[in-house]
């Protein structure tokens, strides 16, 4: 297997899109990351998605998109994995070549989720959950968070109030994202008052869905120099996914992500770094109490003990371990299928120096790390800079 690279993103504003179609949302993020690679074909096309069909009566992705962008003939599919959709497109591109099948891959993932009512738009995101024990019970992921949330609480004493950093700090980083949705810093005192969707999940502990797509170009790392017009080289050093059951009651251990420390660890060994050496993480903070998982999951923090890093303020961009760097899901939009590119687009404009205000420092490896549904599909990507 070949070492692979990213040459070229491209991202669109998460927002409601009323006026454009999926296809068109797609292209865009698709020309802009040709644009940024300076290419006008690649020899295929993955695209991450999740409720076209269900949301735009739109199945076929793959050969749309296609058409399209001008790229007719190429090999184009779709890819679903729940919420985790974007990420997947993404591990199938390099796959396809590190391998050698391609000598080029667009990942991108897309999403339009506005249009809808509300109740239908929450209906659709509950098939990625167990549909006879889970969705059929009536449980929404709002309401499957806030078992689990409710039982971290208790498992470990922590108080709900001890979750809003995780919000503040995706909030105050998404001021200075141009793409992201909600670019207004919230305080404490907003966490405190913000309204209650299912307790002890409250508005400023849940992602806001969105239109968007965002995309990759991604070539193999040896056709590259370590300056591609002017910028640093980024290789894909670790790619790994894993699976848990869909339902949480059939995991052994309802408030530990399984899949996220599978998947983690074999992006680290891949890599050959610990989780020291990561300089920042994109994780998936759909619901803050993700955020908490996924820091322990993945190594960053002891068990029982992720609201201690946001406490300590090591997640903000100045801090020890950066998270969300450009809003996250809370900030930046949770487009379900579109958030694991959102997540690659943003770990390369770091490791670029791209980044703005919310630089992280000589940020040479970064981390991103998709889940769909509610930690069934996680897949862990570690990107490096040169």
Same mark, same amino acid.
């Given at each position: 297997m070949r070492e692979v690279a990213i040459l070229g993103i491209g991202q669109t504003p998460v927002d409601e899109a009323w006026d454009k179609s999926v296809r068109e949302i797609a292209g865009e993020a698709v020309f802009a990351a040709l644009l940024d690679a300076?290419?006008?074909?690649?020899?295929?096309?993955?695209?991450?998605?999740? @409720?076209s069909g269900i949301i735009s009566k739109q199945e076929h992705l793959g050969a749309l998109v296609a058409d399209w962008v001008g790229l007719r003939a190429i090999e184009a599919f779709k890819v679903e994995?729940?919420?985790?959709?974007?990420? $997947?497109? =993404?591990?199938? $591109?390099? =796959?396809?070549?590190?391998?050698?099948e391609m000598d080029s891959a667009l990942a991108m993932g897309v999403e339009k989720m506005t249009e809808n009512k509300g109740t239908e738009t929450t209906a659709?995101?509950?098939?990625a959950a167990d549909a006879d024990y889970e969705a059929?019970?009536?449980?929404?992921?709002? +309401?499957?968070? +806030?078992? *689990?949330?409710?039982?971290?609480?208790h498992e470990y004493g922590w108080k709900h109030t001890d979750f809003a950093p995780f919000s503040i700090n995706a909030h105050a980083n998404a001021v200075h994202n141009p793409f992201a949705r909600l670019r207004d810093p919230i305080s404490e005192k907003d966490y405190q008052r913000a309204k209650m969707i299912a307790a002890? *999940?409250?508005?400023m502990d849940a992602s806001p869905i969105g239109d968007g797509a965002a995309a990759a170009v991604i070539v193999p790392a040896d056709s590259l120099p370590e300056l591609v017009y002017g910028r640093p080289r980024i290789r *894909?050093?670790?790619?790994?996914? +894993?699976?848990?059951?869909?339902?949480?009651?059939?995991?052994?251990?309802?408030?530990?992500?399984?899949? $996220?420390e599978l998947s983690a660890r074999k992006a680290y060994q891949q890599a050959g770094v610990s989780p020291a050496d990561i300089d920042f993480f994109e994780l998936h903070d759909a619901f803050s109490i993700m955020a908490a998982l996924s820091l322990e999951?993945?190594?960053?923090?002891?068990?029982?003990?992720?609201?201690?890093?946001? @406490?300590?303020?090591?997640?903000?961009?100045?801090?020890?371990?950066?998270?969300?760097?450009?809003?996250?899901?809370?900030?930046?939009?949770?487009?379900?299928?579109?958030?694991?590119?959102?997540q690659i687009v943003e770990a390369v404009q770091q490791l670029r120096g791209e980044a703005g205000e919310t630089q992280v420092q000589d940020a040479r490896i970064g981390m991103a790390q998709n889940i769909g549904g509610s930690g069934a599909t996680i897949i862990t990507h570690i990107l490096r800079r040169g």
């Open positions: 300076q290419r006008e074909r690649v020899d295929g096309l993955f695209v991450g998605n999740m @409720l994995a729940a919420c985790g959709s974007g990420a $997947a497109a =993404m591990r199938l $591109a390099i =796959m396809a070549v590190a391998s050698g659709a995101l509950a098939t059929e019970q009536g449980l929404s992921f709002v +309401a499957i968070n +806030a078992l *689990i949330m409710q039982r971290y609480l002890p *999940i409250n508005l *894909i050093a670790g790619s790994a996914t +894993a699976t848990d059951s869909l339902a949480v009651h059939d995991r052994r251990d309802a408030l530990w992500l399984t899949a $996220a999951a993945c190594g960053f923090a002891e068990r029982g003990q992720g609201p201690r890093l946001g @406490l300590e303020g090591v997640i903000r961009p100045d801090g020890r371990l950066p998270i969300a760097t450009r809003g996250g899901l809370k900030a930046r939009g949770h487009p379900v299928g579109a958030t694991g590119m959102y």
